[in-house]
């Protein structure tokens, strides 16, 4: 019994450590958002009105950055995304895009 509830309190625990699903812009911090600290093309996030760089996802990953109709350079794109805020950065643990 007591290794069903210490399994059932780690998954309890693995799940909120993922952090919430929120609803946000996705595109290139540079060509859509204006970030101006990195050079070259990185994907970010729009939380609140804030556009961060993402850390733990690439621009590419999710196609050709520069495709006319859906890349990252030229479009902003809305998602659920999970993660957290970590010293100005979003550290991501999901990119669901919706759009």
Not at 4 to 10: M, N, P, R
Not at 22 to 32: K, L, M, N, R, Y
Not at 73 to 90: K, L, N
Request: proline share 0%; charged share 30%.
């Amino acid at each position: 019994m007591k290794k069903i509830l210490l399994i059932g309190v780690l998954y309890v625990c693995f799940a909120c450590s993922q952090g919430k699903k929120q609803t946000a812009e996705v595109s290139c911090g540079q060509c859509q958002f204006g970030l101006t600290s990195q050079k070259g093309c990185d994907l970010a996030v729009r939380l609140d009105d804030k556009a961060y760089f993402v850390d733990g996802a690439d621009i590419d990953d999710y196609g050709d950055a520069h495709d006319k109709d859906s890349g990252f350079c030229e479009v902003i794109r809305t998602a659920e995304v999970s993660g957290e805020v970590v010293d100005g950065r979003f550290k991501v643990n999901s990119i669901d895009l919706i759009d």
